[in-house]
């Protein structure tokens, strides 16, 4: 079990849909603040550099704001550029004194060997990175040696084709992500690297088994697990290690070098740990880049120290380790965001924290439908009452789904449908007029009293999505699916049938041709 769940912001607990945590759940927890507080919520497709991305806008009276992920539209243009080129945001930070490692921005035109040469003005581990990449993707960090920065250098620019680099001093310390609200720090995470805890009875192979399980349970995690990879097995091989290997009871072994959540690192809530002069650092680092209202910069802290060195700014920082950190507590940024950007919400009651919309259908209709655009159906007017019932059913039946959802519509019920078998349904059911609800289910009763074995009910307090679905293997399986299925079937057994037949006449010929030339030496025994 997780402990470290129940300090997660209660009102984003089981609320996270698997769309979401693919890689949208800043986007997802700051429109589900907005839809919870009466804000309209649009969903829509733009299209930039040749790719279709996903955007959302936020309208409430008059006002109306568009968004990027994390991003808002009260961070400038001119912020978004510089930090997206890491060689501005050094310039940047140089000139106003901030800590940045030593290091020099490479172009297309220059050579390896530039950069080799330059690599003898530092001092060994250095760090090599694309000036424009984005989640860890092409870093060599902690570079050792000559041989190692070759071999980095023929990674970056010749296999992954980032031509403009920078190679820098490695920088020892942890790499914390710092989340800066226009003079203020928020939030602070220590990412961990992908790393496994010995329990002296597991090897590391069935250790990563069981985090990548652990890392299923948290939303920001469950698409980022532990995947085995070539540097996995380097690093495994210098510590005389490999993942037959049991290490001790509370040892813990790193499987990487960067501490990046999307290559299996760990979030760990750091914001108590932060002195008041990293925190001035953040603040200034923030506040040196004209337009950047709020972001994620991540500065490298060496505990024995009082100060750090900041590595890059980010104008649209993840927010699922500050969410949803493996341990520490969750800091709700997403209410800090739509309080500045809509302060005449800030008094709106959350009655219904516990309701959260359909993103996977709107995401859907933009990613597969014809349309562009889509707004999200407005949350309740009151709190809603759930109710869990337990249908058992004297013989089985295909239709009943059916017949349930179209009810759910009628009395515009919430909740879902799961078929547990032909003969047992699980109903979840939610509304803002209890009125409502009993009718529904007096109708339910009345509908298929011939039908029902028993039936119980009970109050139901876990979180509902707005709308209603039906799950279960059997859930849309229509008499003419059904046939369907059956043709199927037929078809395949019939091609199976005549395949082998197939095959017996082969076998029939190849025989025959092995007895034609087994006879041929030895002719006079057959003649």
């Not at 809530?269 to 040196?288: G, M, S, V, W």
């Not at 209890?434 to 509908?447: Q, R, W």
């Amino acid at each position: 079990m997780l402990s470290h769940k129940y300090k997660w912001l209660p009102h984003l607990i089981d609320t996270i849909p698997r769309e979401a945590s693919k890689n949208n759940i800043s986007m997802y927890t700051i429109a589900l603040e907005a839809w919870r507080r009466g804000i309209t919520v649009d969903f829509y497709q733009k299209i930039e550099d040749g790719n279709t991305l996903l955007r959302y806008k936020l309208k409430h009276g008059e006002k109306e704001h568009f968004f990027s992920g994390s991003m808002g539209d009260l961070i400038t243009q001119e912020a978004v550029e510089i930090c997206t080129n890491k060689d501005l945001t050094y310039q940047k930070l140089q000139d106003k004194n901030i800590p940045v490692p030593a290091g020099k921005r490479f172009y297309p035109s220059d050579s390896d060997q530039d950069i080799i040469n330059y690599a003898k003005k530092l001092n060994y581990p250095l760090v090599l990175k694309p000036t424009d990449g984005s989640a860890g993707k092409g870093v060599f960090a902690n570079i050792q040696n000559k041989t190692e920065l070759i071999s980095a250098i023929n990674n970056v620019r010749n296999k992954l084709n980032y031509r403009k680099v920078i190679l820098q001093q490695h920088v020892k310390g942890n790499e914390i992500r710092i989340y800066v609200f226009k003079d203020k720090v928020i939030s602070a995470t220590n990412r961990i690297p992908a790393n496994v805890m010995g329990d002296g009875k597991q090897s590391i192979r069935e250790l990563i088994k069981e985090k990548n399980q652990i890392r299923k349970s948290v939303p920001h995690l469950y698409y980022r697990p532990i995947k085995l990879d070539a540097e996995i097995y380097s690093i495994l091989k210098k510590l005389n290690y490999n993942l037959d290997t049991v290490p001790p009871t509370g040892k813990r072994i790193f499987l990487r070098e960067i501490s990046n959540i999307s290559t299996g690192g760990d979030p760990v809530d750091y914001t108590d740990k932060l002195t008041d002069r990293q925190k001035e650092i953040a603040i200034n680092a923030t506040q040196a880049i004209p337009g950047l209202l709020h972001c994620g910069l991540d500065m490298i802290i060496d505990e024995g120290t009082n100060s750090g060195v900041i590595i890059e700014l980010n104008t649209r920082p993840g927010l699922g380790s500050h969410l949803f950190p493996i341990e520490g507590i969750g800091v709700d940024i997403p209410k800090l965001i739509i309080d500045y950007y809509f302060p005449e919400t800030k008094e709106n009651t959350q009655h219904n924290d516990h309701a959260y919309f359909d993103f996977e259908s709107a995401v859907a209709a933009l990613r597969y439908g014809s349309i562009s655009e889509v707004e999200i159906k407005p949350r309740p007017k009151q709190r809603l009452i759930g109710r869990r019932i337990l249908i058992k059913l004297k013989l089985p039946s295909r239709n009943i789904a059916k017949k349930i959802k179209q009810l759910t519509l009628e009395y515009d019920m919430n909740g879902f449908l799961e078929i547990k078998s032909y003969k047992q349904l699980e109903l979840v059911i939610a509304s803002d007029d209890e009125t409502k609800l009993t009718d529904f289910v007096t109708a339910i009763e009345k509908t298929f009293a011939s039908q029902i074995k028993n039936i119980d009910q009970e109050t139901y307090t876990k979180p509902i999505r707005i709308g209603f679905e039906v799950k279960g293997s059997l859930a849309f399986k229509t008499d003419q699916m059904i046939a369907l299925e059956i043709n199927q079937i037929d078809y395949e057994v019939n091609l199976t049938k005549n395949q082998l037949v197939k095959y017996k006449k082969q076998l029939v010929s190849i025989k025959n041709k092995i007895i034609k030339i087994l006879k041929w030496p030895f002719r006079w025994m057959f003649s």
